[in-house]
């Protein structure tokens, strides 16, 4: 028979503004979530109901003793705060409370840590946690010892953890030039492929909102599929042709989330630029999610602070088939489906050469009847909407749209 899996048992803490209550509670369910993808199991939910954090605990010194007893009542080995706290907050709570003290933020780090296949996808990680390890380094004492294992402290590990700021440091300069020649590397492939004229999409979406299955669907291509949070964090290139016979690339990316701690931003910066330079984005959203409209704002307040506003973007809301009554679709242009359903998948192909379109320039050339070869380009590397011979010229009177560099527009 097989041993029952050992979970780490843990308590969520979080603070609720006056007249922010779903919005909390959304968010309250939301670090559930994450501590159960980190590998933990919430065993109690604590929330305080105030305008401010208490400035030396977050939460007041009732909720504090409150706390403490049930950490001592389940054998709770660690707490995480919905709230970011600072190194003075987890000393005092420390105080009082003898167990392993992290935030929402460790977590989110911590499950990265967990999902990150590629050696640039580790070493982004490695960063953003060194990067949240070194303000905190002072006075953290007591957690330090308790960091011994579990949620909060995969990846860099405790000896690194234990290690002087210079060592940090340096280390940190060690990774940003590592990166840095990953970052070369992947900028070459994307002037390649701007050059040979591909029109490029890239994948963005709250996480879970079903990008990597919208992906599997129009690429048929075999990429990590879960239901769960951060399933993909490598930046994933495909291929994939569309009815009229173009040939384009789309790039899957991180799910974005609420409170994306800065760290990870900074670190994932390179790898949201594979989709920097793309021609369309394909936002895609969890139609059936309680807070549809959160995750929404959060994508797009990321992409404005990516510097990615200006992009052309289709909103594809996903998962239809699980919302009950119409969907609440209020970001356009868009279209509604189900990635599991194949006529929906048609459609969203359909409509993406519409959007495509609209982006485009249009072209009218002759192609002499010897150049079968250009025919061909003109196929994969345009949308070729009108193919004409004349027997008389013995050309191909062509038409349709490419891309606005395009060696066929400028001819």
Same mark, same amino acid.
């Given at each position: 028979m097989d041993e029952e899996k050992v979970y780490e048992k843990v308590i969520i803490v979080g603070i609720e503004k006056q007249h922010e209550e779903e919005a909390f509670q959304y968010s309250f369910d939301e670090l559930e979530q994450l501590v159960e993808n980190a590998g933990g199991k919430v065993v109690a939910r604590l929330s305080q109901k105030r305008e401010r954090p208490d400035h030396k605990t977050v939460i007041g010194k009732g909720k504090v003793n409150e706390l403490k007893n049930l950490v001592e009542e389940l054998d709770v080995q660690t707490v995480v705060f919905n709230q970011e706290l600072s190194p003075s907050h987890v000393r005092n709570i420390q105080e009082v409370i003898e167990t392993k003290v992290i935030d929402r933020i460790q977590v989110i780090l911590d499950i990265f840590a967990l999902r990150a296949r590629s050696k640039e996808g580790r070493l982004q990680v490695e960063l953003a946690q060194l990067s949240y390890i070194l303000p905190r380094l002072a006075g953290q004492? !007591?957690?330090? *010892?308790?960091?011994?294992?579990?949620?909060?402290?995969?990846?860099?590990?405790?000896? %690194?953890?234990?290690?002087? $700021?210079?060592?940090?440091?340096?280390?940190?300069?060690?990774? %940003?030039?590592?990166?840095? %020649?990953?970052?070369?590397?992947?900028?070459? *492939?994307?002037?390649? $492929?701007?050059? /040979?004229?591909?029109?490029?999409?890239?994948?963005?979406? @709250?996480?879970?909102?079903?990008? /990597?299955? !919208?992906? #599997?669907?129009?690429?048929?291509?075999?990429? @990590?599929?879960? #239901?769960?949070?951060?399933? +993909?964090?490598? &930046?994933? +290139? $495909? %291929?994939?042709?569309? &009815?009229?016979?173009?040939? !384009?690339?789309?790039?899957?990316?991180?799910?974005?989330?609420?409170?994306? &701690?800065?760290?990870?931003?900074?670190?994932?910066? /390179?790898?949201?630029?594979?989709?920097?330079?793309?021609?369309?984005?394909?936002? !895609?959203?969890?139609?059936s999610a309680d807070?549809?409209?959160?995750?929404?704002?959060?994508?797009? /307040?990321?992409?404005?602070?990516?510097?990615?506003?200006d992009i052309p973007t289709l909103h594809v809301y996903n998962k239809r088939d699980l919302v009950e009554g119409p969907v609440p679709s209020t970001l356009y242009p868009n279209i509604v489906i189900s990635a599991q359903d194949e006529k929906d998948v048609d459609a969203l192909r359909d409509k993406l050469e519409s959007e495509m379109k609209k982006n485009m320039r249009h072209y009218q050339l002759e192609i002499e009847s010897h150049r079968g070869d250009q025919l061909i380009e003109l196929r994969q590397q345009t949308l070729l909407e009108r193919q004409l011979f004349d027997e008389e010229k013995q050309v191909y009177f062509v038409e349709g749209y490419a891309k606005p560099e395009s060696k066929w527009v400028n001819q």
């Amino acid at each position: 028979m097989d041993e029952e899996k050992v979970y780490e048992k843990v308590i969520i803490v979080g603070i609720e503004k006056q007249h922010e209550e779903e919005a909390f509670q959304y968010s309250f369910d939301e670090l559930e979530q994450l501590v159960e993808n980190a590998g933990g199991k919430v065993v109690a939910r604590l929330s305080q109901k105030r305008e401010r954090p208490d400035h030396k605990t977050v939460i007041g010194k009732g909720k504090v003793n409150e706390l403490k007893n049930l950490v001592e009542e389940l054998d709770v080995q660690t707490v995480v705060f919905n709230q970011e706290l600072s190194p003075s907050h987890v000393r005092n709570i420390q105080e009082v409370i003898e167990t392993k003290v992290i935030d929402r933020i460790q977590v989110i780090l911590d499950i990265f840590a967990l999902r990150a296949r590629s050696k640039e996808g580790r070493l982004q990680v490695e960063l953003a946690q060194l990067s949240y390890i070194l303000p905190r380094l002072a006075g953290q004492g !007591v957690n330090m *010892s308790r960091l011994g294992a579990g949620i909060g402290t995969r990846g860099p590990g405790e000896t %690194k953890l234990e290690t002087d $700021r210079r060592h940090i440091q340096r280390q940190m300069t060690d990774i %940003k030039r590592e990166l840095k %020649k990953f970052a070369a590397h992947r900028e070459r *492939s994307r002037e390649q $492929r701007k050059n /040979s004229n591909v029109f490029q999409i890239g994948l963005i979406g @709250y996480t879970n909102a079903g990008k /990597s299955t !919208v992906l #599997n669907q129009l690429t048929e291509a075999d990429t @990590y599929e879960k #239901n769960q949070l951060f399933a +993909t964090l490598d &930046p994933l +290139t $495909r %291929k994939f042709e569309l &009815p009229s016979g173009m040939q !384009v690339t789309i790039t899957d990316t991180v799910g974005f989330i609420q409170d994306l &701690p800065t760290q990870l931003i900074e670190a994932f910066k /390179s790898t949201l630029e594979e989709s920097k330079d793309v021609d369309l984005l394909l936002h !895609v959203i969890d139609a059936s999610a309680d807070n549809l409209k959160a995750h929404e704002q959060t994508v797009l /307040s990321l992409l404005k602070e990516l510097e990615m506003a200006d992009i052309p973007t289709l909103h594809v809301y996903n998962k239809r088939d699980l919302v009950e009554g119409p969907v609440p679709s209020t970001l356009y242009p868009n279209i509604v489906i189900s990635a599991q359903d194949e006529k929906d998948v048609d459609a969203l192909r359909d409509k993406l050469e519409s959007e495509m379109k609209k982006n485009m320039r249009h072209y009218q050339l002759e192609i002499e009847s010897h150049r079968g070869d250009q025919l061909i380009e003109l196929r994969q590397q345009t949308l070729l909407e009108r193919q004409l011979f004349d027997e008389e010229k013995q050309v191909y009177f062509v038409e349709g749209y490419a891309k606005p560099e395009s060696k066929w527009v400028n001819q």
